[in-house]
């Protein structure tokens, strides 16, 4: 049985940091995908980041230069570190595991129960 539990959300100022850890039972094949999503209230859940098979790395583009995940394949924990964070970033974060679909997609099949973050100007 597959299980993400992600930790690390908060309250910030703008401009401050936070790294999100996800931590994956049961979800060790290759050809996988793992990544971080979020959803504002209000909002349809976003994709921001994820890790698509052998390493490469996809953003949203509000994302790129200020997050930067990562993955501890020894620990099985999938990272999300967030610099400069703004107001707008403020959402529910939810850590996703799936399967390759293409070269730049994934099919998501499992989720985390999410971590909450707040961002005040």
């Known amino acids: 049985q597959v299980q993400l539990v992600e930790s690390g959300g908060g309250s910030v100022q703008a401009g401050g940091s936070l790294r999100l850890a996800c931590a994956a039972s049961?979800?060790?094949?290759?050809?996988?995908?793992m990544g971080w999503f979020r959803q504002a209230p209000g909002k349809e859940r976003e994709a921001v980041a994820f890790?698509?098979?052998?390493?490469?790395?996809i953003y949203k583009d509000s994302a790129k230069g200020r997050f930067t995940i990562s993955k501890d394949n020894a620990k099985n924990t999938l990272y999300l570190q967030m610099n400069n964070l703004e107001p707008e970033d403020a959402a529910m974060y939810y850590c996703?595991?799936?399967?390759?679909?293409?070269?730049?997609?994934?099919?998501?099949?499992?989720w985390g129960q999410g971590t909450q973050v707040t961002v005040s100007s």
């Open positions: 049961g979800y060790t094949g290759r050809g996988y995908c």
């Open positions: 890790i698509h098979r052998y390493g490469t790395t």
């Open positions: 996703a595991a799936g399967s390759v679909v293409t070269t730049v997609t994934c099919s998501w099949a499992y």
